[in-house]
């Protein structure tokens, strides 16, 4: 067991680096997505107060814009299929497994990063304690860099998907929310006589 312990150490840093320097890239992607955000976010709000007073003939010219966020797609297939009580559903959710999927590439360094990281401090501390019961600091030292090395990456690669994740359910939580409006909205233009 100690051999097969030791001999995972060199893919748990490996692994541990693989989710570290993707985590960093998630970030980078995440600031760019953050600040397009900001300005769909405005042209999101200004359809839904045209949808509140025009109704759904607000979303008309949506699809024939410049490139669409995926929010904003789903909000022109809404107004396409508007006549389809079953379709709007299935738009909906399709939007929701969309977005579950990109949040799955978030939640793999998020929870991956820690795991790892711990491992990688369990591993060395054995050779680690060896070291120290022998005398041999040097040994002992060499160890204890690679057990805080692999515990701080781990953690900062946690936090650096912990934060991403938890800001981009919420965008997810408010555009469900909105998407449901506008079906609802939907809803009631077809039941009107």
Same mark, same amino acid.
């Given at each position: !067991?100690?051999?097969?312990? =030791?001999?995972?150490?060199?893919?748990?840093?490996?692994?541990?680096?693989?989710?570290?320097?993707?985590?960093? #890239?998630?970030?980078?992607?995440?600031? &760019?997505?953050?600040?397009? %955000?900001?300005?769909?976010? %405005?042209?999101?709000?200004? #359809?839904?107060? @045209?949808?509140? %007073?025009?109704?759904?003939?607000?979303?008309?010219?949506?699809?024939?814009?410049?490139?669409?966020?995926?929010?904003?797609?789903?909000?022109?297939? #809404?107004?396409?299929?508007?006549?389809?009580?079953?379709?709007?559903?299935?738009?909906?959710?399709?939007?929701?497994?969309?977005?579950?999927?990109?949040?799955? %590439?978030?939640?793999?360094?998020?929870?991956?990063?820690?795991? #790892?990281?711990?491992?990688? &401090?369990?591993?060395?501390?054995?050779?680690?304690?060896?070291?120290?019961? /022998?005398? @041999?600091?040097?040994?002992?030292?060499? =160890? !204890?860099?690679?057990?805080?090395?692999? /515990?701080?990456?781990?953690?900062? &690669?946690?936090?650096?998907?912990?934060?991403?994740?938890?800001?981009?359910?919420?965008?997810?939580?408010?555009?469900? &929310?909105?998407?449901?409006?506008?079906?609802?909205?939907?809803?009631?233009?077809?039941?009107?006589?």
């Amino acid at each position: !067991m100690f051999w097969i312990s =030791n001999g995972l150490l060199v893919p748990v840093v490996l692994g541990l680096l693989f989710f570290f320097f993707k985590s960093l #890239l998630q970030g980078g992607s995440f600031f &760019t997505l953050w600040l397009y %955000r900001g300005r769909e976010e %405005r042209r999101a709000l200004a #359809l839904l107060a @045209d949808v509140e %007073r025009e109704g759904v003939s607000a979303l008309s010219g949506l699809s024939d814009d410049r490139p669409l966020t995926p929010f904003l797609e789903t909000l022109a297939e #809404l107004h396409e299929r508007r006549d389809d009580p079953a379709m709007i559903s299935r738009v909906i959710s399709e939007y929701e497994l969309r977005v579950d999927g990109e949040l799955g %590439r978030v939640r793999l360094p998020a929870k991956f990063g820690p795991i #790892l990281g711990l491992m990688g &401090t369990l591993i060395p501390m054995g050779p680690a304690l060896v070291g120290l019961s /022998t005398g @041999d600091i040097g040994s002992m030292a060499y =160890n !204890m860099q690679i057990v805080f090395a692999t /515990t701080v990456l781990g953690l900062l &690669t946690g936090a650096i998907g912990y934060v991403i994740l938890q800001v981009r359910q919420r965008w997810l939580g408010f555009d469900l &929310t909105r998407l449901d409006y506008v079906a609802e909205v939907v809803a009631s233009k077809r039941q009107a006589p």
